[in-house]
T-cell receptor, first 114, second 116 residues
Framework: DTEVTQTPKHLVMGMTNKKSLKCEQHMGHRAMYWYKQKAKKPPELMFV???????INESVPSRFSPECPNSSLLNLHLHALQPEDSALYLCASSQEGPAQDTQYFGPGTRLTVL | DQQVKQNSPSLSVQEGRISILNCDYT??????FLWYKKYPAEGPTFLIS?????DKNEDGRFTVFLNKSAKHLSLHIVPSQPGDSAVYFC???????????????FGPGTSLSVIP
């Protein structure tokens, strides 16, 4: 089983809203990731959690706040987003860390900020 | 500065023929390479990977070749099928050092169209 699930599939929010994206994996992976992908561009890394601790923050604005409640779950809390934050948000997981390890991606959440 | 390059934004191939997708990288520290396939509005799906200690890895219709001296890898799909039509991302990773962090770098992608 190499499944990473993400909810919701689609999300439309206003600039004053607070919402959360959720990601779950049951593969026993110890590293989890958030990526942002714009149309016709490669995924851009946002955050990496390793053993439930934030290990990488790619200078992401504070309106994006990650949370790892346990080894299977990863959340991304959104607040006061801008229209340019509209994108596909992808969650991924891997056995250990990015190096020499395969990341498995979820289907993504299509976010539209009005 | 793109560390992972896919110089062909798009590629069209007849069904049943071979598709060859190319990828070049600039940093000799990369030691693990992956190919992902992506349909619109979906997450990337892992296809195949190769470690720098190998020069070839095969999985069914998919074969990845690595030429370390040229810093080049390619993905061969034989025979190509219409369902292979998607965007293909090349990705590379390395264990940089004990004090810095590891990261996967994605190329810009190549859009493959397999014509029936």
């Amino acid at each position: 089983d190499t499944e990473v699930t993400q909810t919701p599939k689609h999300l439309v929010m206003g600039m004053t809203n607070k919402k959360s994206l959720k990601c779950e994996q049951h593969m026993g992976h110890r590293a989890m990731y958030w990526y942002k992908q714009k149309a016709k561009k490669p995924p851009e890394l946002m955050f990496v959690y390793s053993y439930e601790k934030l290990s990488i923050n790619e200078s992401v604005p504070s309106r994006f706040s990650p949370e790892c409640p346990n080894s299977s779950l990863l959340n991304l809390h959104l607040h006061a987003l801008q229209p340019e934050d509209s994108a596909l948000y992808l969650c991924a997981s891997s056995q250990e860390g990015p190096a020499q390890d395969t990341q498995y991606f979820g289907p993504g959440t299509r976010l539209t900020v009005l | 500065d793109q560390q992972v390059k896919q110089n062909s934004p798009s590629l069209s191939v007849q069904e049943g023929r071979i598709s060859i997708l190319n990828c070049d990288y600039t940093n000799s520290m990369f030691d693990y390479f992956l190919w992902y396939k992506k349909y619109p509005a979906e997450g990337p799906t892992f296809l195949i990977s190769i470690s720098s200690i190998k020069d070839k890895n095969e999985d069914g219709r998919f074969t990845v070749f690595l030429n370390k001296s040229a810093k080049h890898l390619s993905l061969h799909i034989v025979p190509s099928q219409p369902g292979d039509s998607a965007v293909y991302f090349c990705a590379a990773s390395a264990h940089w050092s004990q004090t810095s962090y590891d990261k996967v770098i994605f190329g810009p992608g190549t859009s493959l169209s397999v014509i029936p």
